[in-house]
């Protein structure tokens, strides 16, 4: 891998001060609770509103479309700021991380003023129609389909594990749009659904922890206008994708867990547990390290550079050390999950445990990633 290295600027060193503050003053008003996995089940659209009010949504987007044009670094520090702190973003993660740039690189005119500003504002959430009962992994053998018909598509078939769809407002659903070839890559493509259309059914799959989080989605004959494809038909998986690179090595692959590692450090500071801190340590060093990879593959994602092969390398190592914290801190401390805990730390040792099998999972399993991984370092 040949990743940058960044420094902050003295500017966005201020911008990190400017968003702490404000999320420190949220959560000491009670805003918000932290909360480990916050990013994906700390679905909040109210704290999405007061997030958008900051002009934090689409913060790297044209200004004619709402946005503010800053760098995808001043991004970086945003979302890792809401990540230390665990704060409730997930209501408009997807829309803000997938879909605007989405829309950006492949939607028409109409569909990137219609929805782009709505977001920004945060009052627009999407959710991700990829994975299906018998289609996750091999996302080519999707079957859900849609037949043609005058001035638009209806949509036959089932989504599963569709996070926050419940709170979503659209979803960008991976269709077929031909029947299957021989190359099955062909002949998919990407519509906007209105989750509130006829047809469409949501119904919960519910967490470990009882939370409802993901969903199973159906779609009984539903129609979408011929203005809601976004890019051209049968060029889903192309566009999908390019999707995928802004899903995988951000800074949530590597600090779901970041609330429960930090308050073990702070108790094992109060209990001046010199063994134990020397084990914190270690993670941290870790952490550093996974940190400037994938601060490295943000930078070169903005200058317009492929990055396949590390983002499935950041990925498939992040979430590897997001579920070793949980086990880390069970040999470090005496703690007793539950969800219900007045004490932080126990409450963050619940959630962390029981969400973490999800990490090597969500985004592209472990296998997969290792994949894609060794097939690109052979092409070298
Ligand atoms: C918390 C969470 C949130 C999610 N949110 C969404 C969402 O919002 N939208 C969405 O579309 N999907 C979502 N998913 C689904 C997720 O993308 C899929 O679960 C994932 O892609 C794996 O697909 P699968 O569950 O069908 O497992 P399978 O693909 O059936 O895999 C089963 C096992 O086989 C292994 N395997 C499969 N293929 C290979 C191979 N080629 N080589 C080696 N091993 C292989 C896998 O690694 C895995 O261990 C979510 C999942 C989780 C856990």
């Not at 001035?151 to 769809?165: E, H, Q």
């Not at 800074?251 to 063994?275: A, C, G, H, M, V």
């Not at 190592?317 to 805990?341: C, N, S, W």
Request: net charge negative.
């Amino acid at each position: 891998m040949n990743l940058p290295s960044v420094q902050f600027t003295k500017e966005q060193e201020e911008f990190r001060v400017e968003v702490r503050t404000f999320l420190q003053r949220e959560l000491q008003k009670g805003t918000f609770q932290t909360k480990c996995d916050s990013w994906l089940s700390g679905s909040d659209p109210a704290f999405s509103k007061l997030i958008a009010e900051q002009g934090w949504i689409g913060l790297t987007w044209p200004k004619e479309y709402g946005g503010a044009e800053r760098s995808s670094i001043d991004r970086y520090i945003l979302t890792e700021e809401f990540l230390a702190i665990g704060a409730p973003v997930a209501a408009h993660w997807f829309a803000d991380r997938q879909t605007g740039p989405l829309l950006l690189r492949f939607g028409t005119e109409f569909q990137k003023k219609l929805f782009l500003p709505k977001i920004v504002k945060g009052e627009c959430f999407f959710a991700i129609g990829l994975s299906e009962p018998n289609s996750g992994s091999d996302l080519a053998s999707v079957r859900t389909k849609a037949e043609k018909v005058e001035g638009g598509w209806i949509v036959n078939g089932a989504k599963t594990w569709t996070s926050n769809a419940q709170d979503a407002h659209f979803m960008i659903t991976l269709v077929r749009t031909e029947p299957v070839s021989e190359k099955k890559h062909h002949g998919l493509s990407q519509l906007i659904v209105d989750l509130k259309s006829e047809g469409v059914t949501i119904a919960p799959i519910r967490y470990l922890t009882g939370e409802h989080h993901f969903n199973d989605v159906f779609f009984d004959n539903v129609f979408v206008a011929d203005d809601m494809v976004v890019g051209a038909i049968g060029n889903g998986w192309a566009q999908g994708l390019a999707e995928l690179a802004f899903e995988r090595s951000g800074p949530e692959r590597i600090l779901s867990t970041f609330p429960l590692l930090n308050e073990t450090i702070e108790e094992l500071k109060r209990r001046q547990d010199i063994n134990g801190l020397a084990h914190a340590a270690k993670l941290v060093a870790e952490l550093w390290s996974l940190r400037n990879l994938s601060i490295g593959v943000a930078k070169v994602l903005e200058e317009g550079g492929e990055v396949g092969v590390p983002a499935a390398l950041v990925k498939s190592v992040g979430t590897k050390f997001e579920q070793k914290i949980p086990e880390v801190v069970r040999m470090l401390l005496d703690v007793y999950p539950h969800l219900q805990a007045e004490r932080d730390l126990d409450r963050f040792l619940a959630e962390s445990t029981l969400h973490a099998p999800g990490f090597t999972i969500r985004g592209g399993t472990s296998e997969v990633l290792y994949g894609i991984i060794a097939k690109g370092v052979l092409a070298r």
